[in-house]
């Protein structure tokens, strides 16, 4: 148990829709990562979040977006949502003094029709 | 750039079978951490383990252990004497900006009883 939790665990939507994960972290954890599996690949990473406001970006487009709470909870957001955004969604969190280690959550599987 | 390699896809073997999972990474970091994670079936993401660059003795946890080669960016994992809840996809993991992970594509290991 990471204590990191993801809702939902799946869902399905269509293309051109909008989407919205969520994750919740461990108190404490101030920094969050999203990361992106697809099917047979190791997870890519998005983008990162400390104390609220983004601080580093993967190779991703701006339609994927992100919040972070004050309450160690985050958000992913994708709008116009294409058939290779079907992937397992990753948040993972960590302390800022924790040397890199990060605490992943269980994910979230896209499917995007 | 940072990279990290896992040549081999799958890998099957009997119960009981010792079982090497090979992972090559290319970092221009002086001194950095490398991860090994498990991904069972249920997609969490689980830490096995965090070595840093300037310790390179071998370590072993259990029917787990890792050779750490600096000389030839070599991380490998061995599990010995595998078992059947040992079947999952590994992956080994290099920090990369904003400490975040870059991961190989992972080796699925499947053991049979």
């Known amino acids: 148990e990471t204590g990191v939790t993801q809702s939902p665990t799946h869902l399905i939507k269509t293309r051109g829709q909008q989407v919205t994960l969520r994750c919740s972290s461990q108190?404490?954890?101030?920094?969050v990562s999203w990361y992106q599996q697809a099917l047979g690949q190791g997870p890519q990473f998005i983008f990162q979040y400390y104390r609220e406001e983004e601080n580093g970006r993967g190779n991703f487009p701006p339609r994927f977006s992100g919040l972070q709470f004050p309450n160690y909870s985050s958000e992913l957001n994708v709008n116009a949502l294409e058939l290779d955004d079907s992937a397992l969604y990753l948040c993972?969190?960590?302390?800022?003094?924790?040397?890199?280690?990060?605490?992943f959550g269980p994910g979230t599987r896209l499917t995007v029709l | 750039a940072q990279k990290v390699t896992q040549a081999q896809t799958e890998i099957s073997v009997v119960e009981k079978e010792d079982v090497t999972l090979d992972c090559v990474y290319e970092?221009?970091?002086?001194?950095?951490?490398l991860f090994w994670y498990k991904q069972p079936p249920s997609g969490e993401l689980v830490f096995l383990i965090r070595?840093?660059?300037?310790?390179?003795q071998n370590e072993i946890s259990g029917r787990y252990s890792w050779n750490f080669q600096k000389s030839t960016s070599s991380f490998n994992f061995t599990i010995t004497a595998s078992q059947v809840v040992d079947s999952a996809v590994y992956f080994c993991?290099?920090?990369?900006?904003?400490?975040?992970?870059?991961f190989g594509k992972g080796t699925m290991l499947l053991v049979s009883p």
């Open positions: 970092t221009r970091d002086t001194t950095y951490y």
């Open positions: 993972a969190s960590r302390p800022k003094s924790s040397d890199n280690e990060q605490f």
């Open positions: 993991a290099l920090p990369v900006l904003y400490s975040t992970l870059t």
């Open positions: 070595r840093n660059s300037f310790d390179e």
């Open positions: 108190s404490g954890h101030n920094t």
